[in-house]
């Protein structure tokens, strides 16, 4: 006998409870999702920045209706897992330079364990129907508005910082959907009444780059996350001394959310999402530097740091150096950076030794390409050394 769409809702809930998701929600396939007018005049004010899967006319195309993506789609299953405060390590000691690792990236990737739950709830599903169902999973990279999804399924409610926050959790879980062929019936959204953010602003007044231009909205080409994962240009030099000593990701807009510092330590994260030692969590500076391209290669391989590169991860670095407060070491690292093939490395470079005060070191450095020379000048108009005494080499 066929089931009915709310005994399929009973058991992918079922199903889900014995994978271990957090949350689990159904949402229905609309033609349209309140939040999608705001995702499109957020692109049109230009804040995805350089991220062109956000952005583009397939992806904003996509992002009204599920079934643009998966035509076989009617119903979205959304899930939750939470990775939790994930510092078994001392997060506080950042100052030996250490840079840090947002808690969300500290385990193994979380787009593999979503596919590998995902999948299992799929079997699972099939074995109970006695029939296949066509599916699709989705893990932050399909054109989906998960978190406008999730809310709509009662995963939770959209908080000023933009997270997606349920209470009980907090905000620190990842979201991962299941696409079906068959029809369940929606969960509930959570009641309007739940009080949510309420008078609090205390992620946008903490925000060290004032990425939120409004209440709810993020800018995201001031928002760190973005400069250090997303964004492989220049980091732009009034962002870079508040990016402190973050390496990878920012946390700070859910560190000082009252929601995360409620949530109740008994929850049990995902064993998978758990950071597995301090250099997954908080990298010291010379491990980091001392990577080569292979070793590189397997120190990313199999977590979400695999989103940056090398290159990346050593310019993000030299920030990092320069904004710690080890001096000598830093500079002694500095100097490594200084030499990197990639000009960008090296502007980076320039820019922290200029900041830890070595300007001995910049005047030394033989360097052509204008991108760095215009760092070393900045840098070096820090000392009383003007542009005509600076030495002939620095010139292009
Ligand atoms: C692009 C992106 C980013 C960008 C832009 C972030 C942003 N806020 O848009 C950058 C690189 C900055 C980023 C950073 C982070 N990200 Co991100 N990111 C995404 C991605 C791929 C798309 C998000 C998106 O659609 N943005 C477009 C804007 C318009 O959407 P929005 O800000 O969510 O706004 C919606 C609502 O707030 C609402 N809205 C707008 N205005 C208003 C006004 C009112 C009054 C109300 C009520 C609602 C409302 O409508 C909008 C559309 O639905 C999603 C995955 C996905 N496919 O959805 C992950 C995702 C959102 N990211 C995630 C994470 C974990 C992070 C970081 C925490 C990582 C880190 N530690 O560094 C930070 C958090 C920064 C922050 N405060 O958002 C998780 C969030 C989980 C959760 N609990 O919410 C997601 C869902 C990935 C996943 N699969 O788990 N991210
Ligand atoms: S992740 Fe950091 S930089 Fe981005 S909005 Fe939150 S606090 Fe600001
Ligand atoms: S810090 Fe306050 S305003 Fe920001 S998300 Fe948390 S509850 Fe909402």
């Given at each position: 006998?066929?089931?009915?769409?709310?005994?399929?809702?009973?058991?992918?809930?079922?199903?889900?409870?014995?994978?271990?998701?957090?949350?689990?929600?159904?949402?229905?396939?609309?033609?349209?999702?309140?939040?999608?007018?705001?995702?499109?005049?957020?692109?049109?004010?230009?804040?995805?920045?350089?991220?062109?899967?956000?952005?583009?006319?397939?992806?904003?195309?996509?992002?009204?209706?599920?079934?643009?993506?998966?035509?076989?789609?009617?119903?979205?299953?959304?899930?939750?897992?939470?990775?939790?405060?994930?510092?078994?390590?001392?997060?506080?000691?950042?100052?030996?330079?250490?840079?840090?690792?947002?808690?969300?990236?500290?385990?193994?990737?979380?787009?593999?364990?979503?596919?590998?739950?995902?999948?299992?709830?799929?079997?699972?599903?099939?074995?109970?129907?006695?029939?296949?169902?066509?599916?699709?999973?989705?893990?932050?990279?399909?054109?989906?508005?998960?978190?406008?999804?999730?809310?709509?399924?009662?995963?939770?409610?959209?908080?000023?910082?933009?997270?997606?926050?349920?209470?009980?959790?907090?905000?620190?879980?990842?979201?991962?959907?299941?696409?079906?062929?068959?029809?369940?019936?929606?969960?509930?959204?959570?009641?309007?009444?739940?009080?949510?953010?309420?008078?609090?602003?205390?992620?946008?007044?903490?925000?060290?780059?004032?990425?939120?231009?409004?209440?709810?909205?993020?800018?995201?080409?001031?928002?760190?996350?973005?400069?250090?994962?997303?964004?492989?240009?220049v980091i732009p030099l009034q962002f870079r001394d508040a990016i402190g000593t973050m390496l990878f990701g920012c946390d700070i807009c859910q560190q000082v959310?009252?929601?995360?510092?409620?949530?109740?330590?008994?929850?049990?994260?995902?064993?998978?999402?758990?950071?597995?030692?301090?250099?997954?969590?908080?990298?010291?500076?010379?491990?980091?530097?001392?990577?080569?391209?292979?070793?590189?290669?397997?120190?990313?391989?199999?977590?979400?740091?695999?989103?940056?590169?090398?290159?990346?991860?050593?310019?993000?670095?030299?920030?990092?150096?320069?904004?710690?407060?080890?001096?000598?070491?830093?500079?002694?690292?500095?100097?490594?950076?200084?030499?990197?093939?990639?000009?960008?490395?090296?502007?980076?470079?320039?820019?922290?030794?200029?900041?830890?005060?070595?300007?001995?070191?910049?005047?030394?450095?033989?360097?052509?390409?204008?991108?760095?020379?215009?760092?070393?000048?900045?840098?070096?108009?820090?000392?009383?050394?003007?542009?005509?005494?600076?030495?002939?080499?620095?010139?292009?």
């Amino acid at each position: 006998m066929a089931l009915s769409p709310q005994d399929v809702t009973n058991l992918i809930l079922k199903q889900g409870k014995t994978l271990k998701f957090h949350r689990l929600g159904i949402a229905s396939v609309t033609s349209s999702l309140p939040g999608y007018s705001k995702y499109r005049s957020w692109i049109n004010q230009g804040y995805s920045g350089s991220m062109k899967y956000m952005s583009n006319a397939y992806q904003v195309n996509a992002r009204q209706n599920v079934t643009k993506f998966f035509p076989k789609a009617k119903t979205i299953v959304i899930a939750a897992l939470a990775y939790g405060k994930n510092t078994k390590f001392d997060t506080t000691d950042t100052s030996n330079n250490r840079g840090s690792i947002a808690r969300y990236a500290r385990g193994q990737d979380y787009h593999a364990v979503f596919h590998d739950k995902l999948s299992q709830l799929t079997q699972l599903l099939e074995t109970n129907l006695g029939t296949s169902v066509a599916s699709r999973i989705c893990v932050d990279s399909s054109p989906l508005l998960e978190r406008e999804l999730a809310q709509s399924a009662g995963l939770g409610f959209l908080a000023k910082n933009t997270m997606l926050i349920s209470p009980g959790l907090g905000s620190y879980f990842l979201l991962g959907e299941l696409l079906l062929e068959i029809e369940a019936q929606p969960t509930n959204p959570l009641p309007t009444s739940s009080k949510q953010c309420g008078q609090c602003r205390q992620c946008i007044d903490a925000c060290p780059t004032n990425a939120f231009v409004d209440e709810h909205v993020l800018d995201a080409r001031r928002c760190i996350s973005y400069l250090l994962i997303e964004y492989s240009g220049v980091i732009p030099l009034q962002f870079r001394d508040a990016i402190g000593t973050m390496l990878f990701g920012c946390d700070i807009c859910q560190q000082v959310c009252p929601y995360n510092a409620k949530a109740p330590d008994r929850i049990e994260p995902t064993p998978e999402l758990i950071s597995k030692n301090i250099q997954s969590e908080i990298p010291d500076a010379k491990f980091l530097l001392d990577l080569g391209s292979n070793q590189f290669k397997r120190y990313v391989q199999g977590t979400a740091l695999s989103r940056m590169s090398r290159t990346q991860m050593r310019r993000n670095l030299s920030i990092v150096l320069g904004n710690n407060t080890e001096k000598k070491q830093a500079i002694e690292l500095l100097h490594q950076l200084f030499l990197d093939p990639k000009p960008i490395v090296r502007g980076h470079a320039a820019w922290a030794l200029g900041k830890l005060g070595a300007f001995e070191h910049i005047k030394q450095h033989q360097e052509t390409d204008v991108y760095v020379l215009s760092e070393i000048n900045a840098a070096l108009e820090k000392t009383s050394y003007t542009h005509n005494e600076q030495p002939a080499l620095l010139e292009p």
